[in-house]
Each structure stands twice: as C-alpha cells, then as structure tokens.
C-alpha cells in the first residue's frame, strides 16, 4: 500500500531531510510550513499518518493534533524542539501516537513510522479469513478490524490504545509495571518517560469508564476480570 503522509514542519532544513527520506521510502508525502494549510490538506485529501512539529507559525502543533483527533484516530508523530517531560505528556495528552524530539535520526523516524502503520494495518487470518475476536465478558475486540465495543457500543481508539486494550485483555488479572507497558505497547527502543503509560491509561478509563482498569500501587496496572470487579 502507497501510504500518504502529510508532514507540518516550517524548517526548510527539515523538511528537506524529512521529504526525502520518506519519499525514499516509497511514501506519498504532502508538505505543509503552517497548520492552517495543513486542515486544508485534511479537508481535501486526508493523510495517512502526520508529522506534525509543534512550533509553528499561527494554529500551533497542540492544536492542529486537538482538531485532527476530534475527528479521527489516523497516526500522529509529534516532532518538537521542547524535550522537556510536560511537554511530551501533553502532546500524547492530546492524541499524539509518539513524540520524537529534535535533533533526531531520520532513520528513527522512518522505524517508528513503519512500526505505527504495522499496528495500526488490519491482520488477516491467512489460513481462512475468520475474524478473530477477543471476548471478556462486556468488552468484544475485534483484532483485524482494530475495533473495540464495550456494553455493545463501539468506541474509536487511538492506535496505542488499542495495542493497550488488546494486550491487557489477552492478559486479564494479571499485573504489568509501566517498563513492561512501554516496551509491550510502545516497543523496547522507545526512550520516552514511563509517564506515557500513565496518560495512556487515564485516555482509555475517560473512554471506558467502567472498564476494570486498575491502578497497582507502587508498581503499575492491570485489567481485572469484570465478574471478579463487580
């Protein structure tokens, strides 16, 4: 699949770089120097996955990232100069997907794009094509449609929350520290702060409110069989 990546980045030395190594790749790549021209891509031709910088000129990142995830789960890279923790929490706050701070590998880049689209991609099951769901009580996901109902209404997800989700559901009762979080959903290069975990469960408890997703003191979470947690 020719995938269409917009990136926003009003860094000419960026955007060079960046452009030519997706396009390196074989991505189809719409660039845009200011968010307002980039709503203006979404409206017409949506990306997708975006590279979205923070600082820029006019709408700034946080609230391009806001509107975009008002309607749609599509991936979301966060590049910014900012490295500090806040800054990272609220941008994965808002639906960022990861968060790459500046100077970075353009080759880090391009793995973790690929790593986002292989998880967010539907699987199919190659020996007959069944739909392979996973059932816990109130909760139906269905894996190859990367869909989640709880109490049989369908909630959108953002690609890691739905890594989460699957992963906690095929581990029910049983405790997991933010270390093992992070390397199970976002992967053992990522060098983010733990705290990613913690805004992750927080976005899946507002969407799900009456999931048993518990806090572990001292040490992390787990989702708990709901006949046990009612």
Known sequence: MNYHIGVVEDDPNIQNIVMAYLKKEGFEVTLSDSAEKAWEVWENRKPDMWILDIMLPGMDGYEFCKKIRNESEVPIIIISAKDEEIDKILGLELGGDDYLTKPFSPRELIARIKRLFKRSAPRIDAENGDKEIIKTHH?????????????GKEFD????????????????????????????VWGDDYFGSDRAVDDL??????????????TVWGYGYRLRDEEEAE
């Open 139 to 151: 909760l139906e996901i269905y894996i190859e449609e990367r869909r989640i109902f709880y109490k």
């Open 157 to 184: 997800v953002t690609t890691k929350e739905f890594d989460m989700l699957l992963f906690f559901t095929q581990n029910i009762n049983r405790a997991f520290s933010r270390e093992d979080l992070l390397v199970r």
């Open 201 to 214: 469960v927080k976005r899946l408890r507002k969407k799900l409110p009456d999931l048993p997703l518990e």
